[in-house]
């Protein structure tokens, strides 16, 4: 996939590159870019903020919602915190890996989904819980997980 830096520069002209700014504009960097930020972005995004390369670098690595390889277009995140866990999200989390045939970290062969693991994400109450791209889905039980699934297929 080749980056539009056409639309990089548009998406600084709609969000000032001041601190507060920056997490906003590198999500909607990363959108552009098909869920991952490739080094051609990211070397755009350093001449545009007018900051050093190392230190765009620095402020991706460090946000594991960001990602400098490539992803699929629809990134699956369960929780693998305490209340989670104990609510079994390694069940889910397997279940994923077999159903999505992918390992935690992966792609699918088709491009569709990578599967990854987060902290958590503030629905404990209704653990154990999942989030597809920015939606999150609670009391996940390997039924439901399948049902949610059909909707991305
Ligand atoms: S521990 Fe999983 S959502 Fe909080």
């Known amino acids: 996939m080749s980056v539009n830096l056409e639309k990089i520069r548009e998406i600084f002209a709609d969000y000032s590159p001041e601190k507060g700014n920056f997490m906003v504009l590198m ?3 990363q959108k552009a870019c098909g869920n991952w930020l490739p080094e051609e972005a990211l070397k755009e995004v350093a001449k545009l903020a007018k900051m ?3 230190k765009v670098y620095g402020f991706v690595s460090f946000y594991t919602m960001f990602s400098t ?6 990134i699956i995140r369960f929780c693998k915190d305490g209340p989670c866990a104990v609510k079994g999200s390694l069940v889910i989390a397997e279940l994923l890996m077999k159903e999505l045939d992918v390992e935690i970290g ?17 629905t404990c109450t209704a653990a154990p819980a999942i989030m ?16 949610i699934l059909k909707k991305y297929r």
């Open 27 to 29: 999500h909607e960097v």
């Open 52 to 54: 050093p390369l190392n």
């Open 69 to 74: 390889t490539p992803r699929g277009k629809h």
């Open 106 to 122: 992966g792609t699918t062969e088709d491009g569709k989904f990578t599967l990854e693991e987060t902290a958590c994400i503030g």
């Open 132 to 147: 597809i791209d920015e939606e999150i889905y609670g009391n996940v039980t390997p039924e439901s997980l399948i049902t």
